[in-house]
């Protein structure tokens, strides 16, 4: 019997993320993860149009999303077409807080992200941004605390996210393996973290990582040397952040 129409059109957008070359035995764990989604940081060429982005990521998988509002710049345009109320056939819904061009203070920021609709399940944080922590208690549960790359000063060990942790004890966990990568090739990080974590862990990021690492479409060689760690990961949605 052959599948239904929306699962093959999934699995084939998804082969297209998992780059060719150097397949392991394990291609496919992350085609076949039924909680995949995408980043609409991934699709730079519709930034800012937040209709075609929410349309593109459906496409990829109804399963989950994340709405990337990476510069300070987008957040107002996002913040916006959420609040219209739209039609958003997923099952989770995460929003990247900005990472850059912010001109505001943590604080009015953190105003700004507690103000976005229930809708959005889980607001990720980047750890080396923050410089009042605390004021990102107003998001509650919804704050997402995510680890950082080689390139980072903060929030890339157990040690560094547990003290974030303590000022924000509600806060979830977004393992991003790409970035354990960047730290230590054999990912015994990514256990580490996930031993300190895994009971916080909302979502897990996944690509390849450049040497200067930006995130890139999933080399099969990484699928394979990530698998471990992910297989730990399965029952959260898992978000492709490269196409």
């Not at 989950?64 to 819904?93: K, T, Y």
């Not at 015994?188 to 040497?211: C, I, K, M, N, W």
């Not at 930006?214 to 959260?236: Q, T």
Request: hydrophobic share 50%; charged share 25%; proline share 7%.
């Amino acid at each position: 019997m052959p599948e239904p129409s929306g699962v093959t059109r999934r699995v084939s957008v998804m082969s297209l993320l998992v780059a060719p070359h150097a397949m392991p035995s394990s291609r496919g764990l992350v085609a076949n993860h039924l909680r995949a989604g995408l980043s609409t940081g991934a699709l730079a060429d519709l930034r800012d149009d937040w209709e075609a982005l929410v349309d593109a990521a459906r496409d990829f998988s109804g399963a989950a999303v994340e709405l990337a509002a990476l510069s300070g710049h987008e957040l107002p345009g996002l913040a916006a077409f959420l609040d219209e109320d739209p039609w958003l056939p997923f099952r989770f819904v995460s929003v990247h807080a900005p990472t850059k061009h912010v001109d505001t203070g943590d604080r009015a920021l953190a105003r700004e992200l507690a103000a976005l609709p229930p809708v959005v399940d889980a607001i990720v944080l980047h750890p080396d941004t923050l410089r009042e922590p605390e004021a990102f208690r107003a998001l509650g549960r919804r704050a997402v605390v995510e680890n950082m790359d080689a390139r980072k000063d903060a929030g890339t060990t157990v040690a560094e996210l547990e003290a974030l942790f303590e000022l924000l004890p509600e806060a979830g966990f977004c393992l991003d393996v790409a970035h354990v990568w960047s730290l230590d090739p054999t990912m015994a990080l990514g256990h580490e973290l996930l031993d300190a974590f895994r009971l916080r862990l909302t979502h897990v990021h996944v690509s390849s990582l450049t040497p200067a690492c930006e995130h890139v479409p999933l080399l099969g060689a990484h699928e394979a040397l990530f698998a471990e760690v992910l297989e730990r990961c399965v029952d959260v949605p898992w978000i492709l952040e490269a196409a």
